[in-house]
């Protein structure tokens, strides 16, 4: 057997991946700050005013990466639970629940900064569009897969549950990403796509993928944090937890 | 650079209130929720520490 493969496996254990993370949190934590600095600056003093939107339009610079987001968390949590679900590994559910609380909030800017945007150019906050009430429904979904996991005593049950109800929710991230060409909706179409060349100016392109990184880094830091915490909770009772230096003074 | 002024920044060409309706909430939930996770850190921790004080004692070793 290659080295590789053993040291990789090592940090899928709780042990090894408790104090990775810790070393790990203050780089995302800086590149976070970077990325978020050097983003807020394009939107506020760099992007030009939008010929239609005004000074209203910047809102995108939170909007989309905040919808990306809570939609790239939804992934890689459900990917994380598939993982739980099919190799029995501890960690995996860790890292699914470390990262709902974060994914809904992702879900909740992006629909909180949607309302915020939506009044001043659609003249109302809330509509029951495809685009909005799929990405409400991915809200809700986080919020249903936190709630059951809370209600579970046993965590590698409450791990089980949430892992279905995270892979049945996996369907509605394509109907988001796509709700815009399968209906006829008031949400505008896709700024950014693979396909063709982004239909924006280049300096609001690049102030809206810096916000997307550092979101990105955001996202990964305060999750970090959070699956810490897990670890600790769930490993309570375990020689290693005991031992560790913080847990001894 | 669009801006004049300070005010003719924070009047956002008059989407103030939505522009920075979006951003300060925005901001207010990445401050509040790193903080979330830091207590949630700190507080297992202290039980931890609890913990291991009552085992020492119990083991009269303390």
């Known amino acids: 057997m290659s080295n590789r493969l053993i040291n990789w496996f090592k940090f899928a254990s709780p042990q090894s991946f408790y104090p ?64 739980g679900l099919a190799l029995n590994t501890r960690l995996s ?43 409400l429904i991915l809200f809700f979904l986080y919020i249903g897969f936190i709630a059951l996991q809370a209600a579970i ?63 990105w880094m955001y996202s990964i830091a305060v999750a970090l944090m959070r699956v810490r915490a897990i670890i600790l909770e769930r490993e309570t009772h375990t020689e290693w937890v005991k031992e560790l230096s913080e847990v001894k003074q | 650079m669009s801006w004049n002024s300070p005010a003719e920044f924070f009047a956002m060409g008059g989407y103030g209130l939505y522009v920075w309706g979006s951003f300060i909430v925005c901001g207010a939930i990445m401050v509040m929720e790193p903080m979330l996770a830091k207590k949630r850190q700190k507080d297992i921790l202290r039980a931890l520490r609890r913990e291991r004080i009552a085992d020492e004692i119990e083991k009269g070793t303390l």
């Open chain 1, 93 to 135: 559910g860790m890292m699914a629940q470390a990262l709902a609380p974060t994914g809904a909030l992702m879900a909740f800017i992006s629909l909180w900064t949607g309302a915020f945007w939506g009044k001043p150019m659609w003249g109302t906050w809330w509509v029951w569009d495809a685009r909005l009430t799929s990405e």
């Open chain 1, 20 to 83: 990775l993370a810790g070393r790990m949190i203050p780089w995302f934590w800086a590149l976070a700050a970077v990325f978020g600095i050097a983003g807020l600056w394009i939107s506020f003093f760099v992007a030009p005013t939008d010929a239609v939107q005004g000074e209203g339009y910047r809102i995108i610079f939170i909007h989309v990466p905040s919808s990306w987001m809570s939609m790239f968390i939804y992934l890689v949590m459900a990917a994380w639970a598939a993982l």
């Open chain 1, 153 to 215: 005593d046993d965590p590698r049950r409450a791990d089980k549950a949430g892992a279905i109800l995270a892979l049945v929710g996996v369907v509605n991230v394509p109907i988001i990403y796509f709700s815009v060409k399968w209906w006829n909706t008031l949400h505008q179409g896709a700024s950014v796509s693979i396909a063709k060349s982004p239909s924006m100016a280049q300096t609001m392109l690049w102030g809206m993928l810096i916000m997307a990184l550092a979101f």
